[in-house]
Structure formats: structure tokens, C-alpha cells
């Protein structure tokens, strides 16, 4: 009898003591986590770096944008800046001439070669592309990075036929285009020369005619 209740007694010690055991130990839940990705960045939360990138972008589209839109003949513009690439989208009336909506395309394209951001563009006056470059640039101004976009920029220039700043003529006073910049402006015509050489030969051939020995009368 005496030996049952020692183990009784034991077996209620042992469970006592492992009783405080797990409440002396505190829990893996109440443990701070040293998780990595509890330190993870929030996504709408996005580094200082991409941030300040985004919004320079964002400044020379709207820049450019404006610029684009004092343009006669534009109803409305949109662009995407890529690096040193401007993709310019142009609003205009859909019942203008194909050889009018060229004409509003070179005008905004001499406009964007007077400014720094602007010189490196290409315009486009395509309704579907204009309405890619408005989706992209609305995805820009809500935080995406822009080189997120380089696949489909690279898509959407491959179907424009580019207008390009640089490869405007300059104008004269009187709204005629000159020569483009290096082009010689003092060559000799080759023409004026074989007309002059004709002239010449004709000349002394009458002469020589003139010339002719007059027979004893």
C-alpha cells in the first residue's frame, strides 16, 4: 500500500513539474519573428530611387505633352519617355487628308526638335498607338516603373513611321523650307556649263563662216 501511493505521489509531482515547464517556456507564437519578409517593403511603398525616376519622367511627358498641344491642327497629345526616346501620340481631327495630318506631324515634329527633351521624339498621329502611349503613361503616373514598358514601346516605334525632329528642314522667313543643315550652298551647275560650251562652239562656227575667202571678181 505504502509503495502505490509513493508512485502516486510521483507520477503527480512529475505532472506538475512539466506543467510549469511549458508555462515557465514562453511559445514559438508569442517569439518575435525574425522573418525577412516580415520587413518586407509594402507594395504601394516604393524605393526613394524609382520614385524620384517615375516622377522626372513623368514631368518631361507632361512637359512635352503641352508642347505638342499648342501645336494648330492638335486636339490632343500623349507621350512616353524612355531614356533619351520620346514616343509622341497625336489627337486629330479624323476627317482631315492624309497629306494634312502629315503636315500637323512635321509641325509638332519641328516643334520637339527646338526643345532638349524633345529632339530625340517620334510623333505619330496612329489612333491605336495613341491609345497604347495614354495606357502606358496612366500606368506611369500610378507608381509602375517605366522600364517595365520597354518591350512595348520597342513594339509600338516598330509600326510608326517616324516623323523625326532631326531630320526637319529648316524655314525661311516666308514659310519656305531651305536645305537642310550641311548641304552645299554653292555648287556650280552642270547644266549652266554645257549651255555656255554649246553657246560657244555655235559662236565660232558663224565666225568662221563670216571669215570665208571672197572669189576674184
Not at 13 to 32: D, I, M, V
Not at 79 to 88: E, I, K, R
Request: with cysteine.
Amino acid at each position: 500500500m505504502r509503495i502505490w501511493l509513493c508512485l502516486l505521489l510521483t507520477a503527480i509531482l512529475l505532472a506538475g513539474c512539466n506543467t510549469t515547464s511549458q508555462k515557465a517556456s514562453p511559445s514559438p507564437q508569442g517569439q518575435p519573428n525574425n522573418n525577412p519578409r516580415a520587413q518586407s517593403t509594402a507594395p504601394g511603398n516604393k524605393p526613394a530611387a524609382q520614385n524620384a525616376g517615375n516622377q522626372n519622367q513623368i514631368n518631361k511627358q507632361a512637359h512635352l505633352e503641352q508642347l505638342v498641344k499648342r501645336v494648330p491642327g492638335v486636339k490632343g497629345a500623349h507621350c512616353v519617355v524612355l531614356g533619351n526616346t520620346a514616343v509622341v501620340g497625336i489627337d486629330v481631327d479624323g476627317k482631315l487628308e492624309r497629306a494634312r495630318v502629315g503636315n500637323i506631324k512635321y509641325t509638332v515634329a519641328e516643334a520637339l526638335s527646338k526643345d532638349p527633351h524633345g529632339a530625340g521624339a517620334i510623333v505619330t498621329a496612329d489612333v491605336d498607338l495613341n491609345n497604347r502611349l495614354a495606357e502606358i503613361g496612366s500606368k506611369i503616373r500610378q507608381g509602375h516603373p517605366v522600364s517595365g514598358f520597354a518591350t512595348e514601346l520597342a513594339d509600338i516605334i516598330g509600326r510608326i513611321m517616324p516623323q523625326m525632329p532631326r531630320d526637319t528642314v529648316p524655314r525661311t522667313e516666308n514659310g519656305i523650307q531651305g536645305r537642310k543643315p550641311g548641304a552645299s550652298v554653292n555648287q556650280p551647275s552642270t547644266q549652266s556649263h554645257t549651255y555656255k560650251s554649246k553657246a560657244n562652239q555655235n559662236k565660232q562656227r558663224n565666225n568662221n563662216m563670216q571669215m570665208a575667202p571672197q572669189g576674184n571678181r
